[in-house]
């Protein structure tokens, strides 16, 4: 599979009642914050489905029993700053010996063109599967900016995970980066002139931290 075939939209009732919840533009920072956290939980699921497993014999208190667990790759998920942040928690509740590293990345509100400001990520990229968190895909600067940033540190298996992404997004992300598995909840209708989404949530960062 390559480019749009790997883009999937998660369309569970849970995933979709909350997302409703998070476009209301009534909701308030600190309910958006466990919402969006609670949204990557649920597409947590269906973004790890393809893990590995192995077997293991366990001791129940009556008997041995055949298990199976978790044989690998091991996890990293990356943010994109600052939105990408309140999705961490969802997925190291399902995964909490993921690595957590960060990628700074701010689209400039004039050019739309992603700039850089900071990036910590785990070394031994090479070794795990990467999940890149953002709840918006809006022109995809930002999103194949930092996959380009993790690839050229050593990351080969990559996933990117948003809430909301344009058409447009989704199409630059693909065919920029035609090996990586792409999961959102929606995919809107268009970007507006400011390179925002339509119809979207607005600013996901400023609405999550409060700071507009
Ligand atoms: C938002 C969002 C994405 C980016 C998407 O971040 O969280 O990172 O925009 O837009 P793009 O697909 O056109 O690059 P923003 O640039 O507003 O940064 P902030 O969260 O630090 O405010
Ligand atoms: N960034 C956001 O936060 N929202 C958009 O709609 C587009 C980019």
């Known amino acids: ?54 077997e293991v014999e366990v001791r129940t208190p009556i008997a041995a029993a055949r298990c199976r667990v978790l044989a690998g790759p091991k996890l990293g998920v990356v943010p994109i700053l600052r939105a990408g942040l309140c999705m961490v928690g969802g997925i190291t509740r399902l995964i909490p010996w993921a690595r957590v590293g960060h990628m700074g990345i701010y689209r400039d509100p004039a050019t739309l063109q992603p700039v850089e400001y900071y990036c910590k990520l785990p070394p031994d990229l090479s070794e795990r599967e990467v999940i890149v968190v953002d709840p918006m895909l809006a022109t995809g600067g930002s999103a194949v900016a930092a996959v380009d940033a993790i690839k050229k540190r050593g990351g080969s298996q990559i996933k990117f995970m948003c809430l909301i992404a344009a058409p447009e997004g989704v199409d630059r992300l693909t065919r920029a980066h035609p090996d990586l598995d792409i999961f959102t909840a929606a995919i809107d209708e268009r970007l507006n002139d400011h390179g925002y989404i339509v119809p979207g949530l607005g600013d996901a960062g400023d609405r999550l931290f409060g700071t507009r």
């Open 1 to 54: 599979m390559a480019g749009a075939d790997r883009v999937r939209v998660l369309d569970h009732p849970l995933i979709q009642h909350k997302l409703a919840l998070v476009r209301d533009c009534r909701t308030g920072p600190k309910e958006l914050r466990e919402l969006v956290e609670e949204l990557a939980l649920l597409m947590g699921y269906e973004v790890t489905r393809d893990l590995r497993l192995e």
